[in-house]
């Protein structure tokens, strides 16, 4: 059984530009949350889908945008990258309750 | 609002030594609690898990205990080894979020 996935395991961006990033819940599972790892922080919550709709939402600007496809896996999308998105980006998928994550994308803005 | 603290933020130990590593939260309102190990530059791997309605868990030298009234959990690890140097993260989960602390970063001496 696969565990969460996610794609890129590292991406290198330029200020401006627009970064999506990918991510395949546990098989059975159909809620996906998004969190940002900054340096020597750790993670904060984006938000979290399900049924292909935002649900909740933590304090991240409108800058930072989601999707969730029907077969439950998502994208998080970040447009106009500022040098401080540089962050480990990490998905995690529930189905009732316990959330599992997976290994994260390490973006790095210049 | 949820807060999550962990004390101390750093911790030097001979190998061998048992420790101890302490997380605060302010709300008992929880789902359940997380204890996560991550290593540099990687992502998070779940320790431990404690439910709400649980008092403690254990995983070979690891014990981890969990207090809602005082808002307390505690992270046991016996007879420490140079391979458990990391940074340990202290997480717990309200509906659909899960809140971090800022971890305490563990350094055991051969």
Redesign the interface.
Known sequence: DAGVTQSPTHLIKTRGQQVTLRCSPKSGHDTVSWYQQALGQGPQFIFQYYEEEERQRGNFPDRFSGHQFPNYSSELNVNALLLGDSALYLCASSLTGTQYFGPGTRLLVL | KQE?TQIPAALSVPEGENLVLNCSFTDSAI??LQW?RQDP????T?LL?IQSSQREQTSGRLNASLDKSSGRSTLYIAASQPGDSATY?C?V?E?????????TRLHILP
């Open positions: 999550v789902y359940n996560f530059g990687k992502g998070l779940s898990l993260l997480a989960q509906d659909d979020k899960i809140i971090f602390g800022k971890g």
